[in-house]
């Protein structure tokens, strides 16, 4: 099950879910790349969107506007649903409208094959000097066994002697089992708030999150440059939303 968490007023691109890319709404276009892959449901705290998903026949639930994070509505909409202990869940966000399907596909893969009791998985892809300047871009350091080490907006790791290195940058994509993620919203801590980034509640309270490097094209929509840059990219390559 994919579930694509979709806020209607996002504090940096007001509205972004509904914006067009490809001739579609952005929520849109990201689910039916999941659909690829999966079921998919969103998950929304505004009666809008959940119209806009019914008029381009895209699954979608009405959750609480009060959530800290995507995956904390996710869970919620995993309680409605009534999906089972079993089930492998995965949190798609929605302003990722070029996620290749084969990204999904690798953290489901990573995610029935790992073997812990907290099973969470993300994934991350190489990236340049220049782009680890970019505070909008999340970074990533992992550690010798494929775990996440930590996550910033920050530079990471810092280079002491200038330009060179190795820098990856995170995607925001979750798989976890129904008793991990319930785990998940049950957890604390003072990290996230302070980047502004919720997989940190995780690592501060002990858990690993397990990563899977992979090359893709998807950015994360966060400014309206980000947003122009993606409307070249699918333009380029003839997506069009009304196929």
Known sequence: ???????????????????????????????????????VVVATD??????????????????????KSGTDRVNEAVELLGL????????????EPLI???????????????????????????????EVQDPHLVK??????????YFSRSPIPYHREGEGGQFF???GIYGFDRKSLRRFVQ??????????LEQLRVLENGE???MVEVESRGIGVDTWEDLELVRQLMEQKGQNGNK
């Open 46 to 67: 505004s009666p809008e969107v959940i119209e806009v998903c019914q008029q381009y026949k895209i699954d979608a639930i009405l959750t609480s506007p009060d959530h």
């Open 169 to 171: 940058a995170h995607l």
């Open 1 to 39: 099950m994919i579930v694509i968490p979709a806020r209607l007023n996002s504090t940096r691109l007001p509205r972004k879910v509904l914006l067009p890319v490809g001739g579609v709404p952005m929520v849109v276009a990201t689910a039916r790349r999941g659909l690829e892959v999966d079921r």
């Open 140 to 149: 990533v350091v992992v550690d010798r066994f494929g775990d996440a080490l």
């Open 84 to 95: 089972g202990e079993e089930e492998l869940i995965v949190n798609l966000q929605g302003d």
């Open 187 to 196: 957890m604390e801590g003072w990290l996230e708030h302070l980047e502004k």
């Open 208 to 210: 690993k999150i397990a």
């Open 100 to 130: 290749e399907p084969e990204v999904i596909e690798r953290v489901l893969e990573r995610l029935k094959n790992l073997k812990r009791s907290f099973k969470m998985v993300s994934c991350y892809k190489s990236i340049g000097f220049r």
